[in-house]
């Protein structure tokens, strides 16, 4: 089983919609949760940093995390054919520690 | 801010030569740089952390004599390919991390694809 499961997709959505991604992890040492955009043939793009259990706005992104469950989610609301791209969640159980990275949700959202 | 760069973007080189690929930290000082490794539609696969002034920590089945890392500023790290073969072509990437205390952010890099023939 690997450490943080993440549905490949891909996931296609109308202009306007909201999207949930999510990332379950088994290991519960993780406390630093991190979502990624990458659009294609470039390097990852922080969008979103939580500690711990809670949620966290920017905009139009939100990203929860639940640590009894082990789940985290990224929303994106009034999602732009601008947001089409890959959304990597990461995680790591220190501050100064490695990145765990999920497998990435292809996203594409058409006009 | 936070902004790294990766030179060059793409590279090909024939079977058994060498390549080096350069990341820069460009605005801010980068106490720990990552080198990941990422196949098509895949994750990215972290290959070694390193640390300006040590030796790099490699990731378990990483070749340490393949990769060669070198951390020799705070603005610097280099991944030196050796010998390449056709199936060290991938997508590398490089992060960086602050050297701010409690910054658990890693900036990367756009990337450099190489192909080797």
């Known amino acids: 089983q690997k450490e943080v499961e993440q549905d490949p997709g891909p996931l296609s959505v109308p202009e306007g919609a909201i999207v949930s991604l999510n990332c379950t992890y088994s290991n519960s040492a993780f406390q630093y949760f991190m979502w990624y955009r990458q659009y294609s043939r470039k390097g990852p793009e922080l969008l979103m940093y939580?500690?711990?259990?809670g949620n966290k706005e920017d905009g139009r992104f939100t990203a929860q995390v639940d640590k009894s469950s082990k789940y985290i989610s990224l929303f994106i609301r009034d999602s732009q054919p601008s947001d089409s791209a890959t959304y990597l969640c990461a995680m790591s159980g220190t501050s100064y520690g490695k990145l765990t990275f999920g497998q990435g949700t292809i996203l594409t959202v058409h006009p | 801010g936070a902004v790294v760069s990766q030179h060059p973007s793409w590279v090909i080189c024939k079977s058994g030569t060498s390549v080096k690929i350069e990341c820069r930290s460009l605005d801010f000082q980068a106490t720990t740089m990552f080198w990941y490794r990422q196949f098509p539609k895949q994750s990215l696969m972290l290959m070694a952390t390193?640390?300006?002034?040590?030796?790099?920590?490699?990731e378990q089945g990483v070749e340490k004599d393949k990769f060669l890392i070198n951390h020799a500023s705070l603005t610097l790290s280099t991944l030196t390919v050796t010998s390449a073969h056709p199936e060290d072509s991938s997508f590398y990437i490089c992060?960086?991390?602050?050297?701010?205390?409690?910054?658990?952010?890693?900036?990367f890099g756009p990337g450099t694809r190489l192909t080797v023939t």
């Open positions: 939580t500690y711990s259990s």
């Open positions: 992060s960086a991390r602050s050297g701010t205390s409690g910054r658990i952010e890693q900036y």
């Open positions: 390193s640390n300006e002034g040590s030796k790099a920590t490699y």
